[in-house]
């Protein structure tokens, strides 16, 4: 798999639930972020979590980090028919100058 | 306060054209990075530039590919003799400080790159 996979693939729940969506890497991390991207969109950054980090709010978003495992959950409280988009959870190695890994994504639908 | 700007939104090529892509990062940022999106894909990095300096390329094809980021201007992703199969998104992101310092990138809404 590749590194920053994010699990489901899909999600569809209904107006007010709550949303969680999961992400795998495989490599060492500095840092691992949570963007959305709306349909055609660019991308907009959501919320970043360091390495010796276990948990981190914004909002109604909530990311935890499990280095243990390799993996990262992001949790949207609340949700809103707004908070149909796609997901993708990113990597970064840091020291010095790498791009961002992403995985392929979550795409979460909101019914109203 | 603008955000990273890309042009043109949507670029149609013929095969062998050559493709051009414009970046600008907020004011105020000195990294830039260009990823590719295919449909129903996440983003892959290509290349990571500071002012005048290519810093890592290592996700850039080896051909017909290259990008620069002059003291003046836009970054610029140039595309060679187009193919099909380089028809994507292209997104473009800035930052103001390196990645090992903070990490979060900017991006601009994207270029899409249709190759007839």
């Known amino acids: 798999s590749q590194q920053g996979e994010e699990d489901p693939q899909a999600l569809s729940i209904q107006e007010g639930e709550n949303a969680t969506m999961n992400c795998s890497y495989k490599?060492?991390?500095?840092?691992l972020q949570w963007y959305r991207q709306n349909s055609g969109r660019g991308l907009v950054h959501l919320i970043l979590?360091?390495?010796?980090?276990r948990e981190k709010h914004s909002g109604r978003l909530r990311v935890t980090l499990d280095t243990s495992k390799k993996s990262s959950s992001l949790l949207i409280t609340a949700s809103r028919a707004a908070d149909t988009a796609s997901y993708f959870c990113a990597t970064g190695s840091g020291g010095g100058a790498d791009g961002l890994t992403f995985g392929k994504g979550t795409h979460l639908i909101i019914q109203p | 306060n603008a955000g990273v700007m890309q042009n043109p939104r949507h670029l149609v090529r013929r095969r062998g054209q050559e493709a051009r892509l414009r970046c600008s990062p907020v004011?105020?940022?000195?990294?830039v990075y260009w990823y590719r999106q295919l449909p129903e894909e996440g983003l892959k990095f290509m290349v990571y530039l500071q002012k005048e300096n290519i810093i890592d390329e290592s996700g850039m094809p080896k051909e017909r590919f290259s990008a620069e980021f002059p003291k003046e201007g836009p970054s610029i992703l140039r595309i060679q003799q187009v193919v099909r199969g380089d028809s994507a998104a292209y997104f473009c992101?800035?930052?103001?400080?390196?990645?090992?310092?903070?990490?979060?990138?900017?991006f601009g809404p994207g270029t899409r790159l249709t190759v007839l």
């Open positions: 992101a800035s930052s103001p400080m390196s990645p090992g310092t903070s990490g979060e990138q900017f």
């Open positions: 004011k105020g940022h000195s990294h």
């Open positions: 979590i360091r390495s010796n980090e």
């Open positions: 490599t060492s991390i500095n840092n």
